[in-house]
């Protein structure tokens, strides 16, 4: 039927134009049954292509159907080379205004119709992005005229859709084209005040315009930081269909955020009662704790942490495993980037934890992380580690001593638990830094020390293939940035405060 229909259609025989539609329709369902029965290169490349181009009114029909059938095929069979050549079409269908700009008369649903079918090859997993950026500029200038053209909601949803993969594919090439996005969402979020499901969408769309704007996202603040209080507010309403994408939102802000803003800082007020809920948002919550540590330690610890660990005692109440590795993976990270601030605000929790590595944990991944967090305490705050000892030995009536020589018993019996090893390392560290001292117990302990030493140095040395050599695999000894493929995301601003 399809070779049937090969070459002009009769733009004035209905039924022709009705059979062609159905054909089309046919075979787009079907794309994937008849990947081997249909060469589609060859037919966008002699037919569909030909198609499209037809102005007459009456095939208005066969072009929409088209379009809609190319976004089936894109995926199933399309050689990456005719892509180019899709782009151009797209670009000039966008600018018929038979196929996009609506009349009052008109079906919505054409819109979106158009929309999601004619840009489907950028939501596609063979997307390339050079070969999309000749087109960037004029394609996402006609997306943006049509978000402000449109006046349905549902429409204005699927615009925004589209203009949310543009800008996640195209990452940060995007930055020179968006300054009239940048002025027309906070309007758009305003008009939106009755419709959440529509602020839904915009959230998505800013969460990947932070992503593609970086460090330079700060400029967005005075409309971002109060979007992001809204949604994240569990006393607002509208909180119920906003707070999944504001806490997303809010947490790439953080990424990008080149350095705290007391707005920035004041947010986290609605942080207490979001780890009250105890929701599926927990995960995210805690990395935006942490990506709050990376930003500014000092301010937001000297800020937050007695709240924050009030919060963490209340859930560790009543949590599961996995999530008291998440809790404690948040204390960790405090005491690593800030030794004295981090072990003091968090205080008690740590009782807790120095019970558990006594007790023995059972459960593995939970006792590797008390062990990582004993182990920064012993090896970067080595006085506040005394004096946990000593509350300790209090409370369980030992001898210093004898608590001690618990600890590094169990500690070396239980080092095959932790299997990171940047962990294991700590731990090799943390216990060497006790051998200077005289103390018996400590010397009893040497042969034990020494061998979790040497599996843990065993773990980290690596030969150089250059020098024959061998070093330590996690040793930086210079910042160089790394050279990015095009398929890499370059580094936020977080992934660069790691590294140092």
């Known amino acids: 039927m399809v070779q049937n229909l090969q070459g002009p259609t009769n733009v004035e025989d209905p039924v022709q134009l009705l059979m062609k539609d159905a054909v089309y329709n046919a075979v787009g369902l079907a794309a994937y049954e008849l990947f081997d029965n249909v060469d589609f290169d060859q037919w966008f490349k002699n037919q569909l292509l030909g198609e499209l181009q037809v102005s007459h009114h009456r095939y208005k029909l066969i072009r929409r159907r088209v379009i809609w059938l190319i976004g089936q095929w894109i995926s199933v069979k399309f050689k990456s080379d005719l892509r180019p050549v899709l782009y151009e079409i797209i670009l000039s269908l966008m600018q018929d205004p038979d196929l996009v700009l609506m009349q009052k008369d008109d079906d ?133 269909y906003l707070l999944e994408d504001g806490l997303e939102l809010w947490l790439v802000t953080l990424e990008n955020s080149p350095a705290i803003t007391p707005e920035l800082l004041r947010i986290f007020q609605n942080m207490s009662a979001l780890l009250e809920l105890s929701s599926e948002n927990l995960r995210t919550c805690f990395q935006i704790v942490n990506a709050y540590l990376y930003l500014s330690a000092t301010d ?20 599961t495993n996995e999530g008291q590795v998440q809790v404690l993976k948040v204390v960790e990270i405090a005491l690593k980037v800030s030794p004295v601030l981090g072990a003091h605000m968090f205080q008690p929790l740590l009782p807790a934890v120095f019970r558990g590595i006594v007790d023995g944990e059972r459960y593995p991944v939970v006792m590797s992380t008390y062990l990582g967090i004993m182990g920064r305490v012993l090896l970067q705050n080595s006085t506040f580690f005394s004096s946990l000892l000593t509350q300790m030995a209090s409370e369980c009536n030992q001898e210093m001593d004898q608590l001690l020589g618990s600890v590094i018993e169990m500690w070396v019996d239980r080092m095959d638990n932790i299997t990171q090893p940047e962990r294991r390392k700590l731990s090799a560290l943390a216990l060497l830094s006790l051998l200077p001292s005289d103390n018996s117990v400590i010397q009893d302990k040497f042969c034990g020390i020494i061998n979790i030493c040497v599996e843990a140095l065993h773990d980290v040395m690596t030969e150089d293939p250059d ?34």
């Open 108 to 240: 919505p649903f054409i819109k979106m119709y158009f929309l999601l079918n004619s840009l489907s090859p950028v939501d596609d997993f063979e997307f390339r992005t050079e070969q999309f950026l000749p087109y960037l500029e004029s394609i996402f200038g006609l997306l943006f005229q049509l978000l402000q053209q449109v006046t349905e909601c549902d429409t204005k949803m699927q615009v925004l859709h589209v203009i949310s993969c543009v800008i996640e594919r195209v990452s940060i090439q995007i930055r020179p084209y968006v300054g009239c996005l940048v002025q027309y969402l906070p309007l758009l979020w305003k008009q939106s005040e009755e419709h959440n499901m529509l602020r839904c969408a915009i959230l998505t769309t800013l969460i990947h315009l932070v992503q593609g704007l970086g460090a330079e996202s700060k400029n967005l603040y005075p409309f971002l930081l109060p979007v992001i209080q809204l949604s994240t507010d569990v006393s607002q309403p509208p909180h119920v």
């Open 300 to 319: 937001f610890l000297q800020n937050y942490a007695e709240s924050l660990c009030r919060s963490f005692c209340d859930l560790l109440k009543d949590i």
């Open 467 to 500: 020098t024959g050599t061998y070093k330590d695999c996690m040793l930086m000894s210079h910042f160089e940035e790394p050279k990015l493929s095009d398929d890499e995301e370059p580094p936020t601003e977080q992934d660069k405060r790691k590294k140092l």
